[in-house]
């Protein structure tokens, strides 16, 4: 490909919008164009990349035997109320209508399509087990669209969905699927963390996120060195602390004026932290939005709330529920902003931290202005509702299942692997004939990879000062010939044979033989990033080249053949032989 051909129009600033590295990178580098928030075009080179990762997710999907479909992104809307999502799945879930008033989505996902589809194609326990995926836009209406691709309104997602007979068959089906996307992850050579997820609005009994290690990421994991332990946040589970030891003494109201945090009653009272009680409030909304329950949740003081499992232990949608009017729910319940506490409350769900069912002597707020309670037990001056795990473990405390300090890092979700169980099949009633002639319910499994997002964390974790540095797989083309005059027809000639020989052999070669400046063409290389450099120009008539790679700062004098032969190697070598512009390597497919 010329680049004298081609549209590029790089930039030497990034959009002040842009926070993340990769989405400056890819802005100034004419590889991705934003449209709208969180609405992007991808220009030549960005959109070769984009195919370039879903290539490699499409080939170990047919490695494990995943069929390969298409389907509509407009989906019915009575499919998503079959299953209860369309009020569940919230504010981001696209509704629309059609000219005859019938409701449709856009859809963020495909468990409902799929099942549906099964359910009319499938039928015996002989066809089982079977796998199906595609690949497609998605539609998300993101409040607050950012960071490039990692957070927008549309994206490019592969989902697969297995179905099988047993819950030992959707094991099978999903680690074959788990192992499949460590194979996608390596190949797009990223640096990623393996960790336990919280399923959220798709549901299920577990789930697995592929996280690429980055400074800036949306995902925060916490992870264990010692036994390998490693979740998101919102999943990770957290060890009680066993309490000491004493006997209960009786509660006791006391004045607190004014102390209406953890922090300073626990100053004025002269106790520590962790005898505290925080009281959380919140209001939880039926499915038109009016007000439904109040919940007060009770956690240690010193420690922190976490939202999804409080949601989680509820049972209800995230967007379903929020901070509590103070005053509407104090009149209701006897809650008493700053000074809630769990003795004597009414007319509300509690919840309470697993942790505080085992201690005594606590202070809690008395549901009184300026008035605490000390010597609050569990058991005997209070019970919860509902008892569960609701904190968020931190760095530093312990790990659930070592006992040893756990440590933090962010990361970019690139993929996410999840067990749905029967959830799906039954509420849609997709069953097969079993051995017996009897009707069962599939047991499901979902896994999606955010293409367009992977795309961006590889930039994130592969990037300098000067540009993207472009890992040979996904690179947009192996191997850019720079010409440093245009006009000088022995350059151009050399160039060209270059070109047609590495193209070949199944290299992928973009000659850049614009008319511009020499430093205007080596600063626009090295922002695309393309690995390999070529530079041909006044040795041309010696046959004579610079060989340069794109990750390293040396370059070398070399023949035109030597250079040819040393791009060939090391496209063979990093990127599997792979042109996946004009052929596709059956070695590949079959070197697993």
Not at 460 to 467: F, I, N, P, V, Y
């Amino acid at each position: 490909m010329r680049l004298s051909k081609m549209h590029l129009k790089t930039l030497r600033e990034a959009p002040t919008d842009a926070v993340l590295e990769s989405h400056k990178l890819l802005v100034r580098a004419n590889m991705i164009k934003q449209e709208a928030a969180g609405l992007y075009m991808y220009p030549k080179l960005g959109w070769r990349t984009v195919r370039k990762v879903e290539e490699i997710v499409r080939q170990e999907m047919d490695y494990v035997d995943c069929q390969e479909i298409f389907m509509p992104h407009v989906n019915p809307g009575e499919l998503w109320k079959e299953t209860g999502r369309w009020y569940a799945y919230g504010p981001e879930l696209w509704r629309i209508q059609d000219r005859n008033n019938n409701d449709f989505v856009l859809n963020p996902t495909c468990e409902e399509m799929f099942t549906d589809f099964v359910r009319k194609e499938w039928s015996s326990y002989k066809e089982l087990p079977f796998s199906l995926y595609h690949s497609q836009f998605k539609f998300r209406d993101e409040a607050r669209p950012r960071y490039g691709l990692l957070r927008t309104r549309e994206f490019l997602m592969k989902d697969a969905y297995t179905f099988d007979a047993t819950e030992e068959d959707l094991h099978t089906a999903y680690m074959r699927q788990y192992h499949a996307y460590e194979k996608i992850f390596t190949r797009c050579d990223l640096d990623y963390r393996i960790v336990e997820a919280d399923n959220g609005p798709i549901g299920g009994s577990k789930s697995h996120e592929f996280s690429a290690l980055s400074d800036w990421g949306e995902s925060d994991i916490l992870y264990c060195d010692n036994c390998g332990m490693a979740a998101t946040v919102e999943r990770a589970e957290f060890a009680d602390e066993e309490p000491a030891k004493e006997e209960m003494k009786p509660t006791e109201v006391v004045l607190t004026p004014g102390t209406k945090t953890i922090e300073a009653v626990c100053e004025y009272l002269d106790l520590p932290v962790e005898k505290s009680i925080k009281a959380l409030l919140f209001v939880v909304y039926d499915n038109d939005l009016q007000p439904k329950d109040y919940v007060a949740a009770f956690i240690r003081g010193d420690r922190q709330a976490n939202m999804i499992k409080l949601v989680n232990a509820l049972n209800v949608p995230e967007h379903y529920i929020e901070f509590a009017d103070e005053i509407a729910m104090g009149s209701l319940t006897g809650s008493v902003g700053g000074f809630t506490g769990p003795v004597g409350l009414k007319n509300c769900i509690i919840v309470v931290d697993s942790e505080l069912v085992d201690t005594v002597n606590m202070c809690a707020g008395a549901n009184q202005e300026d008035h605490h309670m000390l010597n609050v037990c569990y058991g005997r001056d209070y019970t919860g509702d509902i008892v569960a795990d609701i904190k968020k473990l931190q760095e530093g405390d312990a790990c659930p299942h070592c006992g040893e300090p756990v440590k933090f890092r962010r990361g970019i979700e690139v993929g996410q692997v999840f067990k749905l169980g029967q959830k799906y099949s039954e509420s849609m009633n997709a069953t097969f004939k079993d051995v017996n002639g009897e009707d069962c319910y599939y047991w499901m499994g979902c896994y999606g990879i955010g293409v367009t997002r992977t795309m961006q964390a590889i930039v994130e974790q592969h990037h300098d000062e000067k540009g993207i540095i472009w890992p040979m797989a996904t690179a947009p083309y192996h191997v850019i010939v720079t010409v440093i005059n245009s006009n000088n027809e022995a350059q151009l000639n050399l160039a060209a044979d270059i070109e047609k020989k590495l193209e070949m052999q199944g290299v992928e070669v973009l000659v850049d033989d614009r008319e511009e400046r020499p430093g205007v063409k080596f600063n626009d290389a090295d922002l695309i990033g393309i690995p390999i450099r070529i530079t041909v120009g006044k040795l041309a008539a010696e046959n004579k080249v610079e060989y340069k790679l794109r990750r390293e700062e040396d370059h070398e004098i070399l023949t035109a053949e030597e250079a040819v032969a040393k791009a060939k190697a090391l496209v063979d070598l990093e990127g599997d032989g792979r042109c996946f512009f004009s052929r596709l390597s059956e070695e590949t497919m079959n070197s697993h």
